[in-house]
């Protein structure tokens, strides 16, 4: 398997624009992470999707941010408009379960990021 | 209010001696803890993690100790080598299963 597949993976856009990063997970994983990674906040979680319905959205910063997950084998989180506080790396990771039980399922498996840069 | 602190953002060793990595948690709802590793250029990579009801778990060269009542947590790596030069992170996660990242410690091991 290729693994958690993230694109793009740098982005370059001026503030006001819309941005879309997309991920694809990892095959037969019910479930998809989307992350932050700031310097001042470190990794923090935004929204997570089991069987493509989003469960917990609380982490998504503001009403700019929207994440959708159509299939089973595609996600995007979308920044509308995009402002320079919103530069970042933001991670996309799926797994098979939720962690708890310390079973190899639960184990989440990061893509390699997107490298956000707001103008 | 963070929730996982690795108060550490830097560490150095030399290769071959012990590197140890710390974390503190506020939330005493948590009962799983895990630590991953991450390159420049890649996503975290999970390393090992324990549970609650232990308070020591080891896997080759890494050691995760746990101390609950001190919410405290280390990593080991004996013996360190240059390859281990990377981003720990340490996480936990309570009964909602979502896993709260700490910031991270940049570890160099030295040759």
């Known amino acids: 398997d290729a693994g958690v597949i993230q694109s793009p993976r740098h982005e370059v856009t001026e503030m006001g624009q819309e941005v879309t990063l997309r991920c694809k997970p990892i095959s037969g994983h019910d479930y998809l992470f989307w992350y932050r990674q700031t310097m001042m906040r470190g990794l923090e979680l935004l929204i997570y999707?089991?069987?493509?319905?989003?469960?917990?959205d609380s982490g998504m910063p503001e009403d700019r941010f929207s994440a959708k997950m159509p299939n089973a084998s595609f996600s995007t989180l979308k920044i509308q408009p995009s402002e320079p506080r919103d530069s970042a790396v933001y991670f996309c990771?799926?797994?098979?379960?939720?962690?708890?039980?310390?079973?190899?399922?639960?184990?989440?498996?990061f893509g390699p990021g997107t490298r956000l840069l707001v103008l | 209010d963070q929730q996982v602190k690795q108060n550490s953002p830097s560490l150095s060793v030399q290769e071959g001696r012990i590197s140890i990595l710390n974390c503190d948690y506020t939330n005493s709802m948590f009962d799983y803890f895990l630590w991953y590793k991450k390159y420049p250029a890649e996503g975290p990579t999970f390393l090992i993690s324990i549970s609650s009801i232990k308070d020591k778990n080891e896997d080759g060269r890494f050691t995760v100790f746990l101390n609950k009542s001190a919410k405290h947590l280390s990593l080991h790596i004996v013996p360190s080598q240059p390859g281990d030069s990377a981003v720990y992170f340490c996480a936990a996660s309570g009964s909602a299963r979502q896993l709260t990242f700490g910031s991270g410690t940049q570890l160099t091991v030295l040759p």
């Open positions: 999707f089991n069987n493509n319905v989003p469960i917990d």
């Open positions: 990771a799926s797994s098979q379960g939720l962690a708890g039980g310390g079973t190899l399922q639960e184990t989440q498996y």
